[in-house]
């Protein structure tokens, strides 16, 4: 049921959310140029697994920087998958990705041993923090030794004071790009019921249960925080 939940909300979404999430690009685009530095010992014909790719905007972003690298997308929602095929195509790297439309636990991990992982806003959505653990396990499987995730949540301490404040902030830069009132009310509304907003210690230690080395945080602006771990 809440697999079902989580594939509706974003099927929802799929055909604005490039446009919607335009003005914040800033954002991710600084994450995953800081991540290329976590990734700058993968060999140039890595393989890697994109966990939740949406309609692809880190895979676009990695495929243009690695012209040599392949792709495993897995992404539940069928309207974000076929954004996501399309801007492949119109891109230039359909052949070099796999795509798998449903959840990671339907992945099977035969042949399909990867260098490293991208999970981007992704694990958030899991609130039991056994089945978020679990989440991690499965990217885990699908890692070769020693492969490297970098995972990215939306992460605070909710019963801090500041908590508040910062979250204000973070409304005020959304309202700032132009994203539309209604769409923040969801937002905001969905934060204590579908996101599992958990302070930066509690994610890392969810993310080294499994199956992962000490996470160490990389990145952060106000509410997304960024961790890359290697494979234990």
Known sequence: ?????IKEIFDQQALDYDKRNEK?????QALYF????VFSNLPRDARVLCVGAGTGDELSYFAKCYPEWRFTVVEP???MMQICREKSEKEGYFSRCTFHLGFLDSLSN???QHHAATCFMVSQF??????RSAFFQAIACNLLEAGVLVSADLSADTADPKFDS???VWMNMLSAAEVPEAALLRAKAAWKTDVAIL?????ESIIAAGGFHEPILFYQAALISAWYAYKA
């Open 34 to 37: 800081l991540a290329e530095s």
């Open 166 to 168: 910062l979250t204000q």
């Open 1 to 5: 049921m809440r697999q079902q939940r």
């Open 199 to 203: 302070p930066a210690p509690e994610v």
């Open 24 to 28: 914040t690009q800033w954002i991710r």
């Open 110 to 112: 035969s042949g399909h």
């Open 77 to 79: 929602s069928p309207g």
């Open 126 to 131: 899991l609130l039991n923090k056994e089945e």
